[in-house]
């Protein structure tokens, strides 16, 4: 308080850390509770804690004029979620902390069966403690800008020698995401459909709205890469693995997307439906393609009955494309070198590897491997269980960089 006002002070005047991130090397298996109990961690939240207390005890104060009241007010909202959620941690880690003791007491006195019970309990405990650290971390940072948006995920096989497994990989992967939508309550709009000869998939794309669907799917985009002895032909009779990829672009789309296509620069064609779609595909030129002639960019939809309906969504596939390179730009601009660890993002990257004769999956980016390929292929816990664990990867590197800003910021930086 200071001549009637009260200046809040910023947490690089009230957090004074010993930050000491070269001799904390990241692992790239970091969890959350792990970061939890840094001290650099520990410390800025009981900053927080205190501005909070301080914060709540002054709101009131006859002395403040209503600006400043309303400053306060703000401030305490938005450190109210994360004091409750410091202290819900601490509470919980308390409880870990007396079940340690338990555990250490019942195995001096050899009693196994309490101790089994209370080694269980202590897991649970431990789970719950690492979505509450989630919860903590993901209040720290501040959300993408498109998360909440819905998106527009593109599919395309790749190309590989002697066989037809990048189709019908891309067609199982298609698949993957419509039941993981479906998995999510999400609603999968497929807008483009391109099937291959043999029963595989050339290309497709789908709508997706849902809650929170680009924070889920950002990370998938890039070049998936299969591993396998194909079903038929030669290969499959010597037992040959064969390699081959797949590309997913995810999109965000989000609601106030206006972009000012003008209809001199466009090209709009318009075919016969091919594949799946039921029997009308093939009677009318219902299909529709649109080229973006100033960029290049084309874009098809053949999935409605309707040319017009078609149309429409064609272009709101090209504006949602010619939007993505605006959010690209900007992307470029603030990734850092730490959030390039978690990929660049590049349609190009291979970021994930499916060995099926190994049974493994493997996401290249945080070492995380996961067996049992027809389980992920669903597209329902096993798949939601990468994403989540991606997601977490990549929060605790959002915190991680955060604190070091804070340091370097402060003049003490490495």
Not at 192 to 210: C, R, V, W
Not at 296 to 320: F, H, P
Request: charged share 30%; net charge neutral; hydrophobic share 35%.
């Amino acid at each position: 308080h200071n001549h009637g006002f009260w200046r809040l002070k910023s947490l690089l005047d009230t957090a004074r850390f010993t930050l000491s991130f070269n001799s904390w090397h990241r692992k790239i298996h970091q969890d959350s509770q792990a970061l939890w109990k840094h001290e650099a961690v520990q410390k800025y939240l009981e900053t927080l804690s205190k501005e909070y207390q301080q914060v709540s005890h002054l709101i009131n104060a006859d002395s403040l004029n209503d600006f400043e009241q309303r400053a306060l007010r703000r401030r305490c909202a938005d450190l109210s979620p994360i004091a409750a959620a410091f202290q819900e941690i601490k509470e919980a880690e308390k409880e870990v902390q007396e079940l340690e003791a338990m555990c250490r007491e019942l195995d001096r006195r050899d009693e196994k069966q309490l101790l089994e019970l209370a080694l269980e309990e202590k897991e649970t405990l431990g789970e719950k403690m690492n979505l509450l650290c989630r919860k903590l971390f993901q209040l720290l940072v501040p959300k993408e800008k498109y998360d909440r948006s819905p998106v527009i995920l593109e599919v395309t096989a790749g190309r590989t020698t002697g066989g037809d497994i990048c189709q019908q990989f891309t067609k199982e992967m298609f698949e993957m995401y419509q039941n993981y939508a479906d998995y999510k309550r999400w609603t999968f709009d497929i807008v483009n459909y391109t099937p291959a000869e043999i029963g595989g998939l050339h290309h497709a794309a789908a709508h997706i709205s849902g809650e929170d669907v680009y924070r889920h799917l950002k990370y998938e985009g890039g070049t998936h890469r299969v591993q396998r002895i194909p079903e038929t032909g030669m290969s499959s009779r010597m037992q040959r693995i064969h390699t081959g990829t797949m590309s997913v672009i995810v999109l965000p789309q989000p609601e106030e997307v206006d972009i000012k296509v003008d209809p001199k620069d466009l090209r709009i064609d318009t075919f016969r439906a091919k594949g799946a779609g039921g029997q009308h595909v093939n009677k009318t030129d219902s299909a529709v393609r649109i080229v973006h002639l100033p960029t290049g960019l084309a874009v098809e939809c053949q999935q409605e009955r309707s040319q017009q309906l078609n149309k429409e969504m064609a272009l709101r596939t090209l504006r949602a494309k010619l939007y993505q390179q605006i959010i690209e730009k900007r992307l470029s601009q603030e990734q850092s070198a730490r959030k390039l660890q978690l990929g660049t993002r590049a349609q190009s990257e291979r970021i994930r590897t499916y060995n099926f004769t190994q049974d493994r999956v493997t996401d290249h980016r945080i070492s995380y491997e996961a067996r049992n390929i027809k389980e992920i292929l669903c597209g329902k816990e096993a798949l939601d269980k990468l994403i989540n664990r991606l997601l977490e990867f990549a929060e605790i590197e959002a915190v991680t960089e955060y604190l070091e800003n804070l340091q370097a910021s402060e003049g003490g930086g490495c």
